[in-house]
């Protein structure tokens, strides 16, 4: 038979009545060793267990000792703000230092006062201090552990999660319902608007028919059409925006929209800092969504202006176009090669050091200050230059300035010819076909009917829907062509459209809108629409319109 070894506590002496000494003693058998040792394994494991919980919810761990005020930091709670696991002292004072300044006062009273005030549970969120210098969201969740004799409490622990990305989709989310909101607002003035110019538009060029070529009252009648055609691309530019107009890519002159930008910058711009433009007028074109455009010029110019706050300070916008051959390349990381324009935006700001460099082209990243910037805004311009297919070099040196150069391609330089005048609509081919107009803007219902009866149609006009609805009915061959408005009260334009059709289904019909979210081009047509026309229009383009809709419907039996 195998020995075994017995065991025994230490001995504990007493002194009797005697005097004598007794030495008490108790062994400690293989099987009760044996369960010490099972209970020990099963705590290991248990503590394994909740490091691999604490790991896989991404939890940090802390405890506060409330006597001394020591404050333990588990070494995922360190990481998770890059920190290493001995480079924080373990106090309440490290993490008071890496609350946001904003917040502290606030963060503490909630924390302490809950602890204080009797609850055996906390749960807050608020912001730290990453070793990179941004700022971390944290929930933080702790519960009293221990309590004296009196209730107070004598030791609290708990977790942090960092919930960053949680609260960039919050935001994103309160973002996307303000952007529905601006442009549920955006279509309605879009609408009104649209209107108002199609009237300014419209009988700016009928008076231009009763003047004189070269005439004083002429050109100035010219700048009002160029005002009014301005205020048009506005329009767009916000619905574009808000979301409500589908990006419309086109052959532009770059140096158009920058110049279009900096006049609006222009008026935020503080006294401190000065703009120096180097804008090559006779840049060559390229193709593109001028809103694209707007959103990089707009977005490079705050941040090199934010990067001058409270200084003086210059910002450069230069454009020009630039050739890059294969040895111009051979030096760069883009390997893209050909004809670019490049637009260079410079500050004489604090600069970039290299390793924010490297990454401030990441969505959600920023350096400002907690509460000013989202990290969006360079990270839109790096997408809209790469679905171009054009690149971006940063210069930046610390405490000289940093310049963003973009490089979009280029089309081909056109051989310049001399900009001819619009027509004087003089050679417009006339009509006599009858024409119904149906439009609630007396405005607009004025200015078709003007123009069509001048060049020689039968004209009816009207503002209710339903009296052309009436006039249809009750004779549908009377008309050889409709042009109705979309945005009606009783009837809409579609719906107009839809009854004319079931009565005269070969009835041409154009429909007019100035903004419709009810209707797009592609469901006009689908209806039997054969135009969808969006406000506003120049009456040349419209009496073409009109004349081609006619003349395709003469090709076909009625």
Not at 198 to 214: C, H, N, R, V, Y
Not at 322 to 338: C, L, M, W, Y
Not at 494 to 512: H, Q, V
Request: proline share 4%.
């Amino acid at each position: 038979m195998t020995n075994q070894k017995t065991l025994k506590t230490p001995h504990i002496s007493l002194d009797d009545n005697d005097g004598r000494g007794v030495s008490i003693g108790r062994d400690i058998t293989p099987l009760e060793e044996a369960e010490r040792k099972t209970a020990q394994l099963l705590l290991e494991k248990s503590e394994q267990r909740l490091q691999l919980a604490l790991e896989g919810a991404d939890l940090g761990m802390w405890d506060w000792d409330l006597q001394t005020n020591d404050l333990y930091f588990s070494p995922r709670y360190l990481s998770m703000l890059g920190y290493g696991p001995t480079e924080l002292p373990h106090t309440a004072a490290t993490w008071e230092n890496l609350l946001h300044p904003e917040e502290k006062k606030s963060v503490k009273r909630q924390l302490l006062g809950a602890i204080f005030q009797g609850s055996d549970s906390v749960r807050i969120e608020f912001s730290m201090r990453a070793k990179d210098g941004n700022y971390r969201w944290i929930l933080g969740q702790g519960k009293v552990v221990e309590r004296a004799q009196d209730g107070s409490p004598l030791r609290v622990s708990g977790t942090h999660l960092d919930i960053t990305k949680l609260k960039n989709l919050e935001t994103q989310l309160v973002q996307s319902q303000k952007m529905e909101a601006i442009g549920t607002l955006a279509g309605g003035i879009a609408h009104d608007f649209n209107n108002i110019l199609t009237s300014i538009l419209g009988f700016s060029e009928l008076a231009q028919l009763a003047l004189a070529d070269g005439s004083s009252a002429e050109k100035e009648i010219d700048q009002v059409i160029i005002s009014a055609k301005r205020a048009a691309e506005l329009v767009q530019q916000i619905l574009t925006f808000s979301r409500k107009e589908p990006k419309k890519v086109r052959r532009l002159k770059p140096h158009l929209i920058v110049k279009e930008t900096l006049k609006m910058l222009h008026s935020s711009l503080p006294a401190t800092i000065k703009i120096e433009e180097d804008i090559d007028i006779e840049c060559v074109e390229i193709k593109a969504d001028p809103t694209h455009l707007h959103q990089i010029v707009m977005n490079l110019c705050t941040n090199a202006l934010q990067s001058m706050q409270e200084q003086k300070g210059v910002l450069q916008v230069k454009l020009e176009h630039r050739e890059i051959t294969a040895q111009d390349n051979a030096e760069q990381s883009h390997k893209k090669i050909g004809s670019f324009i490049v637009l260079s935006i410079s500050d004489t700001g604090s600069g970039i050091n290299q390793a924010t460099i490297t990454r401030i082209f990441e969505p959600y990243f920023t350096t400002k200050e907690f509460g000013k910037g989202t990290g969006l805004g360079l990270s839109v311009v790096h997408g809209i230059v790469e679905s171009y297919n054009g690149f971006i070099k940063v210069e930046s040196k610390l405490g000289q300035g940093t310049t963003f150069h973009i490089y979009l391609p280029s089309l081909k330089k056109n051989s310049v010819t001399p900009q001819q005048k619009e027509s004087r609509f003089d050679n417009l081919a006339p009509g006599s076909e009858r024409i119904l107009i149906v439009d609630d803007e007396e405005a607009i219902l004025n200015l078709h009917e003007t123009l069509l009866t001048r060049l020689g149609y039968e004209v009816t006009a009207t503002t209710s829907s339903q009296e052309a609805l009436a006039l249809i009915t009750a004779n549908p061959n009377q008309f050889d062509l409709i042009i109705t408005d979309q945005s009606m009260p009783n009837i809409s334009g579609a719906e107009l459209a839809s009854e004319t059709l079931k009565i005269r289904s070969t009835m041409p019909i154009i429909l007019c809108t100035g903004y419709s979210s009810v209707i797009s081009e592609n469901d006009a047509l689908a209806i039997g629409i054969k135009k969808y026309v969006e406000k506003p229009v120049s009456i040349k383009d419209l009496a073409e319109i009109v004349r081609q809709i006619l003349d395709e419907s003469l090709i076909k039996p009625s």
